[in-house]
């Protein structure tokens, strides 16, 4: 079926370390966006990818590292410099023109 | 790509109309007007969009003003599986090379009631 999965749902890490979250679309997407969801909150973006080899800062990239190899993956790593990595991300895609975004379920990261 | 300003919260009782408001009054001429919801817990589903002709889909009809600084969002019929939060987003559409910033704001949270 094609769609947008993010792995894994839940993920627990030490204070320190650094994770990488997985997002893969077999939509042949041109755009990824990565989001981070705080309770309560709306979705604030953190990176997003226009095409292979290519992503711009979103407007809370600090403390977050992306790469965009290869069309379908757009893995976001939270790094150590992250001071509040607990929190709720989503990964989406859309093609080009005048279209929808198709967001995945999201990656419930805590860190302990 | 534009802000969007919308209420916090609103009610509405099952079977009649909610209508969500949005004011996008900084909106440029090649911007679209998105709306998606995110029923808790889950990724934001799309509902509509348009650019300056009302639309209508299975979901919701898209009203925006002549002058395009504002739209509503009509569920007809709100059931209570139409809680959730609504987002309004005004977005640039690119035809090739991908697409543009996709920037969400705080949304409405809707309250459907018996």
């Known amino acids: 079926d094609g769609g947008i999965t993010q792995s894994p749902k839940y993920l627990f890490r030490k204070e320190g370390q650094n994770v990488t979250l997985s997002c893969e679309q077999n939509l042949n997407h041109d755009a990824m966006y990565w989001y981070r969801q705080d309770p309560g909150q709306g979705l604030r973006l953190i990176y997003y990818s226009q095409i292979v080899n290519d992503f711009q800062k979103g407007d809370i990239a600090e403390g977050y590292s992306v790469s965009r190899e290869k069309k379908e993956s757009f893995p976001l790593t939270v790094t150590s410099a992250q001071k509040n990595p607990t929190a709720f991300y989503l990964c989406?895609?859309?093609?080009?023109?005048?279209?929808?975004?198709?967001f995945g379920q999201g990656t419930r990261l805590t860190v302990v | 790509d534009a802000k969007t300003t919308q209420p916090p919260s609103m009610d509405c009782a099952e079977g009649r109309a909610a209508n969500l408001p949005c004011n996008h009054s900084?909106?440029?001429?090649?911007?679209?007007v998105y709306w998606y919801r995110q029923i808790h817990s889950q990724g934001p589903q799309y509902i509509i969009h348009g650019l300056k002709n009302n639309e209508t889909n299975e979901m919701a009809s898209l009203i925006i003003t002549e002058d395009r600084k504002s739209s509503t969002l009509i569920l007809p019929h709100a059931t209570l599986r139409d809680t959730a939060v609504y987002y309004c987003i005004v977005r640039v559409v690119r035809l090739t090379g991908g697409g543009n910033k996709l920037t969400f704001g705080t949304g409405t949270q809707l309250k459907v009631e018996l």
């Open positions: 989406a895609s859309s093609p080009s023109g005048a279209t929808e975004a198709f």
């Open positions: 900084t909106i440029s001429g090649n911007e679209y």
